[in-house]
Protein backbone atom coordinates (compact mmCIF):
# COMPACT_ATOMS: atom_id res chain seq x y z
CA UNK A 1 0.00 0.00 0.00
CA UNK A 2 1.02 3.60 -1.14
CA UNK A 3 0.18 6.47 0.69
CA UNK A 4 -0.98 8.14 -2.96
CA UNK A 5 -2.88 5.24 -3.46
CA UNK A 6 -6.26 7.56 -3.31
CA UNK A 7 -4.87 10.09 -6.05
CA UNK A 8 -4.32 7.57 -8.61
CA UNK A 9 -6.80 6.22 -11.60
CA UNK A 10 -6.49 4.79 -14.90
CA UNK A 11 -5.53 6.83 -17.96
CA UNK A 12 -6.39 5.66 -21.42
CA UNK A 13 -3.54 6.13 -23.55
CA UNK A 14 -2.45 5.40 -27.50
CA UNK A 15 0.73 2.83 -27.54
CA UNK A 16 4.04 3.74 -29.66
CA UNK A 17 5.51 0.41 -28.47
CA UNK A 18 4.70 -2.95 -27.52
CA UNK A 19 3.67 -3.84 -24.09
CA UNK A 20 2.00 -6.67 -22.17
CA UNK A 21 -0.96 -6.39 -19.90
CA UNK A 22 -0.37 -6.71 -16.14
CA UNK A 23 -3.34 -8.48 -15.60
CA UNK A 24 -3.59 -11.23 -18.15
CA UNK A 25 -0.57 -10.87 -19.82
CA UNK A 26 -1.94 -9.71 -23.30
CA UNK A 27 0.64 -8.13 -25.66
CA UNK A 28 -0.76 -4.57 -26.55
CA UNK A 29 0.89 -3.65 -29.87
CA UNK A 30 1.83 -0.10 -31.66
CA UNK A 31 -1.16 1.77 -32.27
CA UNK A 32 -3.49 0.08 -29.67
CA UNK A 33 -5.58 1.45 -26.43
CA UNK A 34 -4.48 0.65 -23.07
CA UNK A 35 -5.17 1.87 -19.78
CA UNK A 36 -2.06 3.11 -17.85
CA UNK A 37 -1.94 3.58 -13.74
CA UNK A 38 -1.09 7.31 -13.39
CA UNK A 39 -1.20 9.49 -10.18
CA UNK A 40 -3.26 12.76 -10.42
CA UNK A 41 -0.48 15.26 -9.13
CA UNK A 42 1.98 17.50 -11.56
CA UNK A 43 4.89 16.99 -9.46
CA UNK A 44 4.43 12.83 -8.85
CA UNK A 45 5.07 10.17 -11.15
CA UNK A 46 5.26 6.63 -10.94
CA UNK A 47 8.15 4.85 -12.48
CA UNK A 48 6.44 1.34 -12.52
CA UNK A 49 2.88 2.22 -13.86
CA UNK A 50 1.22 -0.97 -14.59
CA UNK A 51 -0.47 -1.20 -17.66
CA UNK A 52 -4.02 -2.56 -18.77
CA UNK A 53 -5.55 -3.76 -22.14
CA UNK A 54 -8.65 -2.53 -23.04
CA UNK A 55 -10.27 -6.45 -22.20
CA UNK A 56 -9.69 -6.15 -18.97
CA UNK A 57 -10.87 -2.40 -18.82
CA UNK A 58 -13.96 -3.15 -19.66
CA UNK A 59 -13.97 -6.35 -17.46
CA UNK A 60 -12.56 -5.19 -14.34
CA UNK A 61 -12.96 -1.44 -14.74
CA UNK A 62 -11.59 0.69 -11.76
CA UNK A 63 -11.01 -2.66 -9.58
CA UNK A 64 -7.49 -2.79 -11.00
CA UNK A 65 -6.69 -0.10 -9.03
CA UNK A 66 -6.74 -2.21 -5.94
Do not use: Q
Amino acid sequence: MSKYNSLKYLKKTKSRTFHKCFKCDKDIKPKEYYYKETIDDVFLHSLHAKKYCEDCYKKYGEKLLK
